[in-house]
Every structure is written in structure tokens, then in C-alpha cells.
T-cell receptor, first 116, second 109 residues
Framework: EAGVAQSPRYKIIEKRQSVAFWCNPI?????LYWYQQILGQGPKLLIQ????????DSQLPKDRFSAERLKGVDSTLKIQPAKLEDSAVYLC??????????????FGDGTRLSIL | GQNIDQPTEMTATEGAIVQINCTYQ??????LFWYQQHAGEAPTFLSY??LDGLEEKGRFSSFLSRSKGYSYLLLKELQMKDSASYLC??????????WGAGTKLIIKP
């Protein structure tokens, strides 16, 4: 089966600019996650979607970050305006319904964002 | 608060055995996952434990003790390609994954 697709793979922007990331999950996976991973740390959940509804966005900095999954399939994450501390890898993951708790999350290759 | 602890870095020799420990304190428990992450790549799923005991999968095994809030990942017959970070993650009562910072494993010839 095809894995989680993400683009772009790398992005370099200046602070205060805007950037958007795209994710297409594994076919049939209802749940989609966006994570931020800073070097040397574990992934930090930014937002979780179940189909096209938001399950958890408690750690999303809503003054600058936004995400949508309009048709319940692919998703975009946007940062506007970017700050230096946003330099990180942005990972998208998908899974079957998590209440079947043995279902692992499957990750895309991520977008490595550098803010100058 | 919720917390997952794992050693920051470990070093082992090719062909040997290494045990990576993980201790956790979470609000509820719906299973523990281990993921492998090579540098610059995405995490990939290794194992899942929800009941106490040992789960074996080839060269890798994972153990869980829920009463102690403790798990370990055991890697046997180490190969150079096993050099990676190993992430422990616990699914809490809300079915959210709480992630550890990962253990960087360095394999020496």
C-alpha cells in the first residue's frame, strides 16, 4: 500500500514569511496527525483530525499556525508568520481509528523547515 | 503531568545485545509503542504492548510491566543498520500518544 505522502521535503524561508505543508494519508485512514519534531526531541502533536473534524489542537499555536482537512482526506498545515523557533521537521501521520488502540501511526518523510 | 523517560544515548557493539529502557507516568494507559527513527527519516513502527510480558519479533523484543510503568526494547545480534533513535510512546486514556524524547543508539564495529 502507498504510504503517507508529504511535500515539500525541504523548505527554507525568512522569518515573518508564510509557508504551507501538504499531506496525503494512507487510503482508508480516518485519523490524521500533524507533529512538530525539534532535533533531539520526540514528536510534539500539533493537531489531530478524525475525518474532517478536529479532535485535538490544544498544542497548536493558533496565532500563527492553522490546519485544515476539508474533504477528510488530504490536509494542509500553514504557518503565518514564521518565527525562528519554528525551525523543525513537520511530520504527518495517519492511522485507523485510534480507539482500536493497537493501531500504529504511520508517518510520512516529513518537511524539514529552516527559518533564516 | 505526563512524562516518559528514556536514556538520551547508548552505545553498543555490532553482534551484541542492547536493552533500551522506558519509564512512564501517564493519565491512563491504552498501550505502549516503540518506533525506530533513522537520522533524517520518519519514525517507523516496531512494536506494541498492552498486556504485561514479552513480545518477540525477530531480533527485536519488547517488554511491558504496567504496575511498574516500565518497558524495554531488546535488540539482539546488533547490526550497523540498527544505529538510530528509538522512541517510546504511550497511548493515554484519551487515546493520545505521549512521546519520549528518544534514545540515540550508536553501534560500533
Amino acid at each position: 500500500e502507498a504510504g503517507v505522502a508529504q511535500s515539500p521535503r525541504y523548505k527554507i524561508i525568512e522569518k515573518r514569511q508564510s509557508v504551507a505543508f501538504w499531506c496525503n494519508p494512507i487510503s482508508g485512514h480516518a485519523t490524521l496527525y500533524w507533529y512538530q519534531q525539534i532535533l533531539g526531541q520526540g514528536p510534539k502533536l500539533l493537531i489531530q483530525f478524525q475525518n474532517n473534524g478536529v479532535v485535538d489542537d490544544s498544542q497548536l499555536p493558533k496565532d500563527r499556525f492553522s490546519a485544515e482537512r476539508l474533504k477528510g482526506v488530504d490536509s494542509t498545515l500553514k504557518i503565518q508568520p514564521a518565527k525562528l523557533e519554528d525551525s523543525a521537521v513537520y511530520l504527518c501521520a495517519s492511522s485507523l481509528v485510534p480507539k482500536h488502540s493497537n493501531q500504529p501511526q504511520h508517518f510520512g518523510d516529513g518537511t524539514r523547515l529552516s527559518i533564516l | 503531568g505526563q512524562n516518559i523517560d528514556q536514556p538520551t544515548e547508548m552505545t553498543a557493539t555490532e553482534g551484541a545485545i542492547v536493552q533500551i529502557n522506558c519509564t512512564y507516568q501517564t493519565s491512563g494507559f491504552n498501550g505502549l509503542f516503540w518506533y525506530q527513527q533513522h537520522a533524517g527519516e520518519a519514525p517507523t513502527f516496531l512494536s506494541y504492548n498492552v498486556l504485561d510480558g514479552l513480545e518477540e519479533k525477530g531480533r527485536f523484543s519488547s517488554f511491558l510491566s504496567r504496575s511498574k510503568g516500565y518497558s524495554y526494547l531488546l535488540l539482539k545480534e546488533l547490526q550497523m543498520k540498527d544505529s538510530a533513535s528509538y522512541l517510546c510512546a504511550v497511548m493515554d486514556s484519551n487515546y493520545q500518544l505521549i512521546w519520549g524524547a528518544g534514545t540515540k543508539l550508536i553501534i560500533k564495529p
